[in-house]
């Protein structure tokens, strides 16, 4: 998930209380109209598949560009393709593509209750959609990515969500945490929430990504920040972290030339050199080596809020539950009802 969508689930959080069930329109409804299927028999949710080709296999699938959807479709004016799916029967294809299937399923269940919590708090039916099929939101891929234990995981926390008092709670997740998830305020600003302030995480250790190294050229470093050293002068002679946050991340990274130095932002800087390079901003050590690289070396991989997947994997298989898990990551939270 990206950070605008975070920002902009956490803006509209109290706005939808419930999922509301509903029909794909090719008109944005109007700030007084009301979700036209309410007696709809479930919930379901309005994913845009984008451009292509869909045909219908009968009431219940059909095909986008060759892959089988459940649900149904509609195409907007623009000609883009909506699949109209029951939540339930996306998160059989979402879960499974958030979290490897093979995982254990306390794992896999606390991944489909964050999930399924996640598009309540993107569902509008004023909008023509509610969600995209890509980390912007979840990846969703159709019945080709479902598996019978990211099934099983659906069904076993089947409309349950994650609420702090009477809202649903704000969800988040990456991939590993390098042992220390990340406050919400720290990572994108704003007030923050109780229950994403960050906590010590001793579970996602086996991880390929616990711990990390990345060598890049300085040729590189120099050409992503050429604007903020051009204020300087001379070449690049230093790189350094000039700040932390509580959890150990880096929030100011220092570029020293000979003609002086400037402070960047350290999103601005995983972001100029590659959020695949910079795997996350727990740096440990930057330095200039030889044969003009610059040799980083950190932990954990994405934005660290919210759930540790890598975390989650580890404290299932030391015994944890689902409920367990969620309670860990968002302490204060409770699973509940939608």
């Keep these: 998930m990206q950070r605008r969508r975070f920002l902009a689930s956490a803006a509209t959080a109290t706005a939808f209380a419930s999922l509301a ?70 998160l059989y294809s979402v879960v499974p593509l958030e979290m490897s299937p093979g995982w254990p399923p306390a794992a896999l269940q606390a991944q489909a209750i964050c999930a399924r919590t996640y598009v309540l708090q993107r569902s509008n039916p004023r909008r023509d959609y509610d969600l995209v099929p890509s980390e912007a939101d979840q990846v969703y891929g159709g019945t080709r990515s479902e598996s019978d234990p990211a099934r099983a995981a659906v069904d076993a926390t089947a409309g349950r969500v994650l609420r702090f008092g009477s809202a649903f709670a704000q ?6 945490c390098g042992g220390h998830t990340e406050a919400s305020a720290d990572a994108w600003g704003g007030a923050g929430f109780p229950y994403l302030g960050g906590v010590v995480c001793p579970y996602c250790d086996e991880s390929p990504n616990y711990r990390w190294t990345a060598d890049v050229p300085l040729d590189q470093v120099e050409q992503a920040f050429g604007a903020a050293l051009a204020q300087t002068g001379g070449s690049l002679r230093d790189v350094r972290v000039a700040a932390q946050d509580a959890s150990g991340r ?36 930057l330095a200039i080596a030889g044969a003009g690289t610059l040799h980083a070396e950190g932990g954990g991989l994405g934005h660290g809020v919210g759930l540790c997947q890598w975390g989650a994997r580890g404290y299932a298989a030391r015994g944890g539950s689902a409920a367990d898990i969620v309670g860990f990551y968002f302490p204060g939270t409770v699973i509940g009802n939608a």
């Design 21 to 90: 069930p509903h029909r794909v329109l090719s008109q944005s409804l109007s700030g007084s109209e009301a979700d036209p299927a309410m007696s709809a028999p479930q919930a379901t949710l309005r994913v845009l598949l984008g451009q292509g080709q869909a045909q219908a296999l009968g009431d219940d699938a059909f095909l986008f560009n060759g892959n089988r959807y459940r649900g149904s479709f509609s195409v907007l004016a623009d000609g883009r393709v909506v699949n109209d799916v029951p939540l339930e029967a996306y």
């Design 171 to 176: 969800i988040a997740y990456s991939a590993c």
């Design 250 to 285: 880096a929030t100011q990274i220092q570029l020293a030339t000979d003609g002086g130095g400037t402070v960047i932002r350290g999103s601005a800087f995983r972001t100029g050199l590659g959020n695949r390079v910079i795997k996350s901003l727990r740096i440990y050590q």
